[in-house]
């Protein structure tokens, strides 16, 4: 029996369900094939109120080339990905992962045509959409994350759901653009939530078996309601196609990137100094714990807010202002939502005993962005690089010591209307030459960018997590 069939089984099971009790042979021959039609006329109208928000991403970029010798791995050339994203705004921005429009030089999206375009009338074959430039807001590769923004106004867009109601077994619907087949959809379930591929991961998942394959990255999982709940990000299968295990970022994480991203061009996340790891079995044998999941703190850090308000290392994490706490990931999530300097109440247990604990809530450190606030736009900033950067004084070595060179500049920051290229260029690299050029500080690095013209290529030798290495890309026309 094939899926879609256990699919149809379970569709007429329900509606019939929803009739409630079994009529007479000759009643219930009429009624279920009308309810079966009104489903499928739900379905069908849902993906048309869906689809028009829903866009086809192509990212153009340059990397080392395919089959390209050890002897030969300083060759590059030219590479495109495609994937899917969602208009979450009518002005233009729009969601997607940060593995689809990462190291592009180029990034277009393809709109849905207007609905009131009369050549949908004549044809069941829609014309293509408008194909425009997009620029990169911003990238989170811890959530595999990317806003993006077009130059348009009044499109159509799709609101964001609240992932924390979703439950197994509830229906969602996959749009996107899988194998580059623009705007296709397919439906499932949810297979399960707060799902870890690994002990301890940074990012949680939501399950499910909806058809996902390569191309869908960054289109919509919505519920039947036609919210967003989550961002179908990947899969895993051992032939490369889709195995009915596919993963979407929770839209209650999405809400919190896209949120700062369009507000202040970057993500700040809070901390309260802590370590929250995920009780298992093991470990709760291991340690003699009444229970076997939850959270549980691994670290306290000296100082830190969670210090300083009594936390010890071994104390177990309840619930953060009364929501129950199942996991690490779960707790982190719900800390770094909070805003800066807000106060949270914990319910934590500490052998037999239970209290409630107050902590603020303080900005995690990021190592990529720790130097943003030491720089000053009308000093520091690369126009035609679209990067902030500092000279290396004795302040800025101590903060990163042990670099390979005594010269060089830091880039602190992109630049909020950065082109494309230049998020070949973090924050946190450090810049030792451009096209040969040797650069020792900042003003070295803005004489040499000014000289350079639109469609020069550009050679940059960085010193990236104690690497020394190349950057290349092109100036923008």
């Given at each position: 029996?094939?899926?879609?069939?256990?699919?149809?089984?379970?569709?007429i099971?329900?509606?019939?369900?929803?009739?409630g009790?079994?009529?007479?042979?000759?009643?219930?021959?009429?009624?279920?094939?009308?309810?079966?039609?009104?489903?499928?006329?739900?379905?069908?109208?849902?993906?048309?109120?869906?689809?028009?928000?829903?866009?086809q991403?192509f990212a153009?970029?340059?990397?080392p080339?395919?089959?390209a010798?050890?002897s030969?791995s300083?060759?590059?050339?030219?590479?495109?990905?495609g994937?899917?994203?969602v208009?979450?705004h009518?002005d233009?921005?729009?969601?997607?992962n940060?593995?689809?429009?990462?190291?592009?030089?180029?990034?277009?999206?393809?709109?849905h045509?207007p609905?009131?375009?009369?050549?949908e009338a004549?044809?069941?074959?829609?014309?293509?959409?408008?194909?425009?430039?997009?620029?990169?807001?911003?990238?989170?590769?811890?959530?595999?994350?990317?806003?993006?923004?077009v130059?348009k106004?009044?499109?159509?867009?799709?609101?964001?759901?609240?992932?924390?109601?979703?439950?197994?077994?509830?229906?969602?619907?996959?749009?996107?653009?899988?194998?580059?087949?623009?705007?296709?959809?397919?439906?499932?379930?949810?297979?399960?939530?707060?799902?870890?591929?690994?002990?301890?991961?940074?990012?949680?998942?939501?399950?499910?078996?909806?058809?996902i394959?390569?191309?869908?990255?960054?289109g919509?999982?919505?519920?039947?309601?036609?919210?967003?709940?989550g961002?179908?990000?990947?899969?895993?299968?051992?032939?490369?196609?889709?195995?009915?295990i596919?993963?979407?970022?929770?839209?209650?994480?999405v809400?919190?990137?896209?949120?700062?991203?369009?507000?202040s061009?970057?993500?700040?996340?809070?901390h309260i100094?802590?370590?929250?790891?995920?009780?298992?079995?093991?470990?709760?044998?291991?340690?003699?714990l009444?229970?076997?999941?939850?959270?549980?703190?691994?670290?306290?850090?000296?100082?830190?807010?969670?210090?300083?308000a009594?936390?010890?290392?071994?104390d177990?994490i309840?619930?953060?202002?009364?929501?129950?706490?199942?996991?690490?990931?779960?707790?982190?999530?719900?800390?770094?939502?909070?805003p800066?300097?807000?106060?949270?109440?914990?319910?934590?247990q500490?052998?037999?005993?239970?209290?409630?604990?107050r902590?603020?809530v303080?900005?995690r450190?990021?190592?990529?962005?720790?130097?943003?606030?030491?720089?000053?736009?009308?000093?520091?900033?690369?126009?035609?690089l679209?990067?902030?950067c500092?000279d290396?004084?004795?302040?800025?070595?101590?903060?990163?010591?042990?670099?390979?060179?005594d010269?060089?500049?830091?880039?602190?920051a992109?630049?909020?209307?950065a082109?494309?290229q230049?998020?070949?260029l973090?924050?946190?690299?450090?810049?030792?030459s451009?096209?040969?050029?040797?650069?020792i500080?900042?003003?070295?690095l803005r004489?040499t960018?000014?000289?350079?013209?639109?469609?020069?290529?550009?050679?940059c030798?960085?010193?990236?997590?104690?690497?020394?290495?190349?950057v290349?890309?092109?100036?923008?026309?």
């Amino acid at each position: 029996m094939t899926r879609t069939h256990v699919v149809i089984q379970i569709m007429i099971v329900a509606c019939c369900a929803f009739l409630g009790p079994p009529l007479a042979a000759q009643e219930s021959s009429q009624t279920k094939p009308q309810s079966l039609n009104e489903l499928s006329d739900s379905f069908e109208a849902l993906s048309s109120r869906v689809s028009p928000a829903v866009v086809q991403i192509f990212a153009t970029g340059y990397g080392p080339a395919q089959g390209a010798s050890s002897s030969t791995s300083a060759l590059i050339s030219k590479r495109r990905a495609g994937g899917s994203g969602v208009i979450l705004h009518p002005d233009g921005y729009i969601v997607t992962n940060a593995h689809v429009v990462a190291d592009a030089r180029r990034v277009q999206v393809l709109l849905h045509t207007p609905t009131g375009d009369k050549r949908e009338a004549r044809s069941i074959l829609k014309p293509l959409g408008e194909r425009v430039g997009a620029q990169i807001i911003g990238i989170d590769r811890e959530t595999d994350l990317a806003v993006l923004k077009v130059p348009k106004k009044n499109l159509p867009y799709l609101e964001l759901g609240d992932s924390d109601d979703l439950r197994p077994g509830q229906i969602v619907l996959a749009f996107g653009s899988p194998m580059g087949l623009q705007n296709s959809v397919s439906m499932g379930v949810v297979s399960a939530i707060a799902r870890q591929l690994r002990p301890e991961d940074p990012m949680i998942y939501i399950q499910t078996d909806a058809t996902i394959n390569p191309g869908n990255s960054g289109g919509p999982l919505v519920d039947t309601e036609g919210r967003v709940v989550g961002i179908n990000t990947l899969i895993l299968s051992h032939a490369g196609g889709s195995e009915g295990i596919g993963f979407a970022a929770p839209s209650n994480i999405v809400k919190n990137i896209f949120n700062q991203f369009r507000s202040s061009g970057r993500v700040r996340r809070g901390h309260i100094g802590i370590h929250a790891q995920t009780i298992t079995p093991t470990m709760a044998e291991g340690l003699g714990l009444d229970r076997d999941w939850g959270v549980i703190a691994g670290d306290v850090y000296p100082g830190g807010p969670a210090d300083v308000a009594g936390l010890s290392v071994g104390d177990i994490i309840l619930s953060l202002d009364g929501k129950p706490m199942e996991n690490g990931r779960q707790f982190d999530v719900n800390i770094y939502r909070r805003p800066i300097g807000e106060k949270v109440n914990l319910e934590i247990q500490r052998g037999s005993e239970i209290r409630i604990v107050r902590v603020t809530v303080i900005e995690r450190e990021d190592e990529t962005t720790r130097f943003s606030d030491l720089v000053k736009p009308d000093e520091n900033l690369i126009p035609k690089l679209g990067i902030l950067c500092l000279d290396i004084d004795n302040t800025i070595r101590r903060l990163i010591a042990g670099l390979r060179r005594d010269y060089g500049v830091l880039v602190a920051a992109r630049s909020t209307d950065a082109p494309f290229q230049t998020d070949r260029l973090r924050a946190g690299d450090v810049i030792y030459s451009v096209n040969k050029k040797r650069i020792i500080d900042v003003k070295t690095l803005r004489e040499t960018a000014e000289k350079l013209i639109p469609g020069d290529a550009v050679v940059c030798q960085v010193e990236r997590d104690g690497r020394i290495q190349y950057v290349t890309f092109e100036i923008d026309l």
